[in-house]
Protein backbone atom coordinates (compact mmCIF):
# COMPACT_ATOMS: atom_id res chain seq x y z
CA UNK A 1 0.00 0.00 0.00
CA UNK A 2 1.52 3.43 -1.09
CA UNK A 3 1.61 5.73 1.90
CA UNK A 4 1.00 9.32 1.28
CA UNK A 5 2.33 11.94 3.61
CA UNK A 6 -0.86 14.07 4.51
CA UNK A 7 -0.17 16.93 6.86
CA UNK A 8 -2.88 18.99 8.46
CA UNK A 9 -1.48 22.30 10.40
CA UNK A 10 -4.07 23.55 12.88
CA UNK A 11 -2.13 26.53 14.51
CA UNK A 12 -3.56 27.34 17.81
CA UNK A 13 -2.25 31.07 16.71
CA UNK A 14 -1.79 32.76 19.78
CA UNK A 15 -3.08 30.49 22.03
CA UNK A 16 -2.61 32.36 24.84
CA UNK A 17 -2.05 30.72 27.90
CA UNK A 18 -1.17 32.89 30.76
CA UNK A 19 -2.03 33.03 34.33
CA UNK A 20 -4.46 35.37 35.66
CA UNK A 21 -8.57 35.70 34.14
CA UNK A 22 -9.77 33.99 31.29
CA UNK A 23 -10.17 35.70 28.28
CA UNK A 24 -12.07 35.29 24.57
CA UNK A 25 -8.82 36.35 22.07
CA UNK A 26 -7.13 33.33 20.58
CA UNK A 27 -7.55 32.39 16.56
CA UNK A 28 -7.91 28.98 15.83
CA UNK A 29 -7.49 27.80 12.52
CA UNK A 30 -9.64 24.16 11.56
CA UNK A 31 -8.99 23.42 7.76
CA UNK A 32 -10.44 19.80 6.66
CA UNK A 33 -8.55 17.95 3.93
CA UNK A 34 -10.49 16.89 0.70
CA UNK A 35 -10.79 13.77 2.72
CA UNK A 36 -12.32 14.91 5.72
CA UNK A 37 -9.47 14.26 8.07
CA UNK A 38 -9.84 17.11 10.24
CA UNK A 39 -8.74 18.07 13.86
CA UNK A 40 -12.40 18.09 16.08
CA UNK A 41 -11.15 19.72 19.43
CA UNK A 42 -8.84 20.96 21.53
CA UNK A 43 -9.05 20.59 25.11
CA UNK A 44 -6.94 22.24 27.81
CA UNK A 45 -7.18 20.57 31.42
CA UNK A 46 -5.35 21.10 34.66
CA UNK A 47 -4.93 19.02 37.92
CA UNK A 48 -5.17 20.70 41.19
CA UNK A 49 -3.85 18.26 43.36
CA UNK A 50 -7.10 16.10 43.78
CA UNK A 51 -9.32 16.47 40.49
CA UNK A 52 -8.88 17.55 36.85
CA UNK A 53 -10.15 20.36 36.11
CA UNK A 54 -11.05 21.42 32.36
CA UNK A 55 -10.44 24.86 31.62
CA UNK A 56 -11.26 24.82 27.90
CA UNK A 57 -12.86 23.32 24.74
CA UNK A 58 -11.95 24.43 21.74
CA UNK A 59 -14.26 23.27 18.86
CA UNK A 60 -14.34 26.45 16.43
CA UNK A 61 -12.18 29.54 15.40
CA UNK A 62 -11.54 32.04 18.36
CA UNK A 63 -11.02 32.06 22.25
CA UNK A 64 -8.12 31.81 24.76
CA UNK A 65 -7.47 30.58 28.07
CA UNK A 66 -6.09 31.31 31.09
CA UNK A 67 -4.72 28.54 33.53
CA UNK A 68 -2.87 28.16 36.58
CA UNK A 69 0.87 28.80 37.20
CA UNK A 70 3.09 25.50 38.41
CA UNK A 71 -0.38 23.39 38.05
CA UNK A 72 0.11 20.03 35.72
CA UNK A 73 -1.84 20.53 32.31
CA UNK A 74 -2.64 18.17 29.86
CA UNK A 75 -4.10 19.02 26.27
CA UNK A 76 -6.25 16.40 24.89
CA UNK A 77 -6.83 16.76 20.75
CA UNK A 78 -9.45 14.68 18.99
CA UNK A 79 -8.75 13.88 15.19
CA UNK A 80 -10.59 12.19 12.49
CA UNK A 81 -9.33 10.31 9.49
CA UNK A 82 -11.80 9.01 6.99
CA UNK A 83 -12.25 5.11 7.27
CA UNK A 84 -11.93 4.58 3.38
CA UNK A 85 -7.82 5.43 4.12
CA UNK A 86 -7.40 3.01 6.55
CA UNK A 87 -8.75 -0.42 7.45
CA UNK A 88 -8.82 -1.27 10.59
CA UNK A 89 -8.27 0.37 13.95
CA UNK A 90 -4.76 -0.48 14.55
CA UNK A 91 -3.88 1.16 11.15
CA UNK A 92 -5.97 4.13 12.11
CA UNK A 93 -3.72 4.57 15.27
CA UNK A 94 -0.91 3.63 13.09
CA UNK A 95 -0.92 6.19 10.56
CA UNK A 96 -2.27 9.05 12.71
CA UNK A 97 0.30 11.63 14.32
CA UNK A 98 -0.57 14.71 16.05
CA UNK A 99 2.71 16.91 17.34
CA UNK A 100 2.09 20.48 19.46
CA UNK A 101 5.06 23.02 20.26
CA UNK A 102 4.60 25.21 23.66
CA UNK A 103 6.80 28.18 23.10
CA UNK A 104 7.06 31.42 25.50
CA UNK A 105 10.11 33.28 23.36
CA UNK A 106 11.98 30.07 24.05
CA UNK A 107 11.29 26.43 23.79
CA UNK A 108 9.28 24.54 26.03
CA UNK A 109 7.69 21.54 23.50
CA UNK A 110 9.48 21.05 20.47
CA UNK A 111 7.18 18.54 18.17
CA UNK A 112 6.41 16.77 20.97
CA UNK A 113 3.98 13.18 19.81
CA UNK A 114 0.82 13.04 21.77
CA UNK A 115 -0.40 9.80 22.84
CA UNK A 116 -3.18 8.27 21.48
CA UNK A 117 -5.74 7.16 24.36
CA UNK A 118 -8.56 6.02 22.03
CA UNK A 119 -10.32 5.28 18.92
CA UNK A 120 -13.37 4.41 16.84
CA UNK A 121 -15.01 3.59 13.78
CA UNK A 122 -18.34 5.82 13.81
CA UNK A 123 -19.75 6.24 10.57
CA UNK A 124 -17.25 7.06 7.52
CA UNK A 125 -14.35 8.11 10.09
CA UNK A 126 -12.05 6.96 12.59
CA UNK A 127 -12.01 9.07 15.73
CA UNK A 128 -9.11 9.29 17.65
CA UNK A 129 -8.21 10.97 21.14
CA UNK A 130 -4.53 12.20 21.31
CA UNK A 131 -3.22 13.29 24.93
CA UNK A 132 0.40 14.85 26.07
CA UNK A 133 1.14 16.13 29.76
CA UNK A 134 2.73 19.24 30.52
CA UNK A 135 4.76 18.17 33.65
CA UNK A 136 8.03 16.79 33.01
CA UNK A 137 10.21 19.65 31.66
CA UNK A 138 8.43 21.94 33.93
CA UNK A 139 4.74 23.74 34.61
CA UNK A 140 3.21 26.75 33.94
CA UNK A 141 4.82 30.01 35.09
CA UNK A 142 2.51 32.96 36.52
CA UNK A 143 2.81 36.41 34.39
CA UNK A 144 4.06 33.96 31.15
CA UNK A 145 2.17 34.21 27.63
CA UNK A 146 2.77 30.64 26.08
CA UNK A 147 1.74 29.95 22.23
CA UNK A 148 0.89 26.75 21.44
CA UNK A 149 0.31 25.12 17.95
CA UNK A 150 -0.04 21.74 16.71
CA UNK A 151 0.72 19.79 13.82
CA UNK A 152 -1.78 16.73 12.64
CA UNK A 153 -0.51 14.46 9.96
CA UNK A 154 -2.29 11.54 8.25
CA UNK A 155 -0.18 9.09 6.93
CA UNK A 156 -2.33 6.77 3.95
Known amino acids: MKRKFLGLTLILSLLLISFLLMQDDTLIV ?3 DSYGNDINFVEVWQYNGTAWNLLANFTV ?3 SVRVHDSWVTNFT ?6 STLVSSTAEAIS ?3 VYMNITDGGTIWNNVELNNTSCSLIGSYYYLTEQGCWNETGKPSAGVTYACSILYQAYY
Not at 77 to 82: D, L, R, S, Y
Open 30 to 32: YAA
Open 61 to 63: TGG
Open 77 to 82: VGIQIN
Open 95 to 97: YTR
